[in-house]
Nanobody
Framework: QVHLVESGGGLVQSGGSLSLSCAVS????????MGWYQQAPGKQRELVAT???????TYADSVKGRFAISRDNDKNTVYLQMNSLKPEDTAVYYC??????????????WGQGTQVTVSS
């Protein structure tokens, strides 16, 4: 069993900052790419940022220069630092991890989601 547990999120004013974290626990061989996604009401889940096991990152255009993704491989944890938040960043944020649970077997796992609300 693999579990992703998110923490952080909450309510912040426009221009403020929030930090999210997501820890992977369970029995597995390794963790590959990790990422954060957002899902606003009535919209599909969208990619926010990803980080590979060696630290390479990608970002959605809407968050470039404002958000920073990072990971601690020793702690099996991925982070998302969100700065200069805007009302349009309001969404439920989900973490994702590609986990090798057996030899030659990988699967995507998701966190439970955490609400981020940015007031104008």
């Amino acid at each position: 069993q693999v579990h992703l547990v998110e923490s952080g999120g909450g309510l912040v004013q426009s221009g403020g900052s929030l930090s999210l974290s997501c820890a992977v626990s369970g029995i597995f061989f390794s963790i590959g790419d990790m990422g954060w996604y957002q899902q606003a009401p009535g919209k599909q889940r969208e990619l926010v940022a990803t980080v590979t096991s060696d630290g390479s990152t990608t970002y959605a255009d809407s968050v470039k220069g404002r958000f920073a993704i990072s990971r601690d491989n020793d702690k099996n944890t991925v982070y998302l630092q969100m700065n200069s938040l805007k009302p349009e960043d309001t969404a439920v944020y989900y973490c994702n991890a590609r986990v090798q649970v057996r030899i030659f077997s990988q699967a995507d796992y998701w966190g439970q989601g955490t609400q981020v609300t940015v007031s104008s």
